[in-house]
């Protein structure tokens, strides 16, 4: 039986545990976590002046990107024969790379993360560039123009291999994979193990790297009638599939209740793995926001809904981390009518704590509530259980209910018990039955009482220093007696446990309830016979080392037997 010292010991360990527990915080920004909380953010930490050209007519596309390994930010301009800008994070420094020699469907670029180098390539996939950091360019493809993945969703693995997800061309939407590699000098159909699992066909879906895991997230439209985030209901379709690169399979991770911003490559998977970020439509409006996105838990979060000002007007293009800052960054720009240039502005985000963040806004609805009421419900259960034990188990210590004894008062013993009444050690001091001399046993100096138990008689006798007999005629009374005695003289010192007692009372009973009523009814009506003697305490009791819930018994050493 559990000790009472350990059963609070658990209890204690178990509400320490329960309010150690992080509390969760809803998102439904009933909390302010800018400055000094689990979100800071700094606005207009880095701002950049692209200039145009006054003959230009469209001056709508422009194009960003980071590279993490020269800690560069590349913006360029969506029209013919323009330039490559890079801005240094570190000083704004700006350096222009003419692309006059670069076809001028090879619009998309990104930074080579094993090199450093910028890789140029094909709207639809097909031709590929490579922009060294000493500016000179280089054809590297020995492919053509596929005209088959226009609006694909890229990203550049570790060894610089260009991946390409979905995309329009040839009458088709696509949800197929290519990827190019330098060491092939051409595109390669990447070989999905279910394409079940893969999602439907589309362009403009997004795809966040997360390279430390091989693994990347596509951001897309379940719907293959809603196959573009331009599509009207779109919003209502939009998923996040995992796919693992390690397997070359889907996992679809969950829902996602926006409609993303376009962004052709980004970059903004936090280092954990546990969240990213990603520019969406506010729904019934013009404007847009940024959303930290969970995967584990397919939760989000608005951060305007937190209080913080990421709502803007005027597009969120991109968003990226940055390993050298440890932040992440917005991107969002402003053409310039006057001054004829477009106003690039980066603003930095800051999550100190990014364990704490996603306790706070990633795990699923009421995860951490329902632990505590399973903790607590489970505190309850278990002092009720442990308290039902005790009292049910220390009835064998303590007297029956008054209840209790009326009830088996004339409950009938068991007639098949069988003791012997063979004892060399009786002295036989009977004449006929229901006789005796009148001291046949005289009580030794330092004894209360002396028991006699007469062989072939139904009863026994109880001889006091005082010179008073006491009759013992009830069965179950002797039967325990007899035992007790027996014990006494092998060893004085000897306890007769329950169990022996209830092999002798009432054995092979199937109620186990029954058979500690009849034992604690016999140890409490010899109690009181012994008690007759005027001597208390002449039944010793004692609990069980190993086990508190039963108790042993044995006569004092005041009491002679034979």
């Not at 609006?151 to 570790?158: P, Q």
């Amino acid at each position: 039986m559990v000790s009472k010292r350990i059963c609070w010991i658990v209890l204690g360990i178990l509400l320490v545990t329960l309010f150690l527990l992080p509390i969760k915080v809803h998102s439904n920004g009933d909390t302010n976590p800018t400055a000094g909380g689990l979100i800071q953010v700094e606005y207009g930490t880095h701002l950049f002046h692209v200039p145009l050209t006054r003959f230009v007519t469209d001056r709508r596309g422009i194009l960003f990107s980071y590279g993490a390994r020269t800690n560069h930010f590349y913006v360029r301009l969506f029209y013919d024969h323009s330039s490559l800008h890079q801005f240094s994070m570190v000083d704004g420094v700006r350096e222009s790379f003419p692309l006059q020699d670069v076809p001028r469907t090879t619009r998309l670029f990104a930074e080579d993360p094993s090199t450093g180098e910028v890789l140029l390539w094909d709207d639809s996939v097909g031709q590929v560039y490579v922009l060294t950091q000493d500016g000179d360019i280089t054809r590297l493809d020995q492919s053509f123009t596929h005209r088959n993945q226009y609006g694909h969703a890229s990203w550049i693995n570790t060894d610089g291999s260009i991946f390409a997800f979905g995309g329009y061309g040839l009458f088709t939407s696509k949800s197929i994979v290519t990827y190019f590699t330098r060491s092939n000098r051409s595109w390669s159909l990447l070989h999905i193990a279910d394409m079940e699992t893969a999602p439907p066909p589309q362009s403009e879906a997004l795809a966040i790297s997360d390279l430390q895991r091989n693994q990347v997230y596509i951001v897309a439209t379940k719907d293959p009638l809603h196959a573009t985030s331009l599509t009207p209901g779109s919003m209502d379709n939009q998923g996040v599939w995992r796919l693992l690169l390690d397997a070359n399979r889907y996992e679809f991770v969950g829902d996602l209740p926006f409609s993303r911003i376009h962004s052709n490559y980004s970059q903004s998977m936090h280092p954990s793995g546990a969240f990213f970020l990603m520019g969406i439509s506010v729904p019934g409006s013009n404007s847009h926001d940024l959303i930290a996105y969970f995967p584990e838990s397919g939760r989000s979060i608005q951060f305007s809904d937190l209080g913080i000002r990421t709502h803007v007007t005027d597009g969120i293009f991109s968003v990226f981390w940055s390993d050298v800052d440890d932040a992440f960054y917005f991107v969002h720009s402003k053409w310039l009518v006057a001054a004829d240039e477009y106003s690039v502005t980066l603003n930095r985000i800051t999550i100190p704590d990014p364990e704490a963040f996603v306790q706070a806004y990633g795990l699923p609805e009421d995860t951490i509530p329902l632990v505590r009421y399973l903790f607590i419900g489970a505190l309850f259960v278990f002092a009720i259980v442990v308290q039902w034990m005790r009292k049910r188990d220390s009835k064998d210590e303590e007297s029956m209910s008054a209840d209790d004894v009326d009830q088996l008062v004339d409950t009938p013993p068991a007639q098949n018990v069988s003791i012997s009444d063979d004892d060399d050690n009786l002295e036989s001091g009977f004449l006929e039955k229901g006789g005796y001399d009148e001291t046949p046993f005289p009580i030794e100096d330092g004894y209360v009482c002396r028991v006699v138990i007469p062989e072939g008689h139904s009863c026994a006798y109880l001889y006091t220093s005082k010179g008073g007999e006491i009759e013992i005629n009830t069965p179950n009374e002797i039967k325990l007696l007899k035992l007790l005695v027996a014990h006494h003289n092998e060893n004085p010192t000897r306890y007769t446990t329950s169990d022996e007692i209830d092999a002798v009372l009432i054995p092979d009973h199937p109620s186990p309830d029954y058979i500690r009523r009849i034992r604690n009814l016999t140890i409490n009506r010899l109690t009181e016979i012994l008690d007759e003697s005027g001597e208390q305490g002449l039944l010793l009791r004692r609990k069980v080392k190993m086990d508190k819930r039963k108790v042993e018994y044995r006569l004092s050493d005041r009491v002679q037997t034979y």
